[in-house]
């Protein structure tokens, strides 16, 4: 897959997945498993990869920018 985010988003998904994540060793009950959402941007910023930017056209990876001339 083409990367598609970039360097500040991947940064910030990155920090809200962790912090998600580590709601699961805060909350108690049922709540805690919705901390596991917190994967979701976690991979995206690590992998570079965010499969609803690709459905929507979206790119915030400068590579993409200057390929396409904007």
Same mark, same amino acid.
């Given at each position: 897959?083409?990367?598609?985010? =970039?360097?500040?988003?991947?940064? *910030?998904?990155? %920090? %809200?997945?962790? %912090? $998600? !994540?580590?709601? #699961? #060793?805060? !909350?108690?009950?049922?709540?805690? +498993? +919705?901390?596991?959402? =917190? !994967?979701?941007? *976690? $991979?995206? =910023?690590? #992998? =570079?990869?965010?499969? $609803?930017?690709?459905? *929507?056209?979206?790119?915030?990876?400068?590579?993409?920018?200057?390929?396409?001339?904007?």
């Amino acid at each position: 897959m083409k990367t598609n985010v =970039g360097t500040i988003d991947k940064v *910030l998904r990155i %920090v %809200v997945g962790l %912090v $998600l !994540l580590s709601l #699961f #060793f805060v !909350l108690e009950g049922q709540a805690r +498993w +919705w901390s596991l959402v =917190g !994967l979701v941007p *976690l $991979l995206t =910023g690590v #992998f =570079g990869v965010c499969p $609803l930017y690709s459905l *929507l056209g979206l790119s915030t990876c400068p590579m993409d920018r200057k390929a396409a001339g904007r």
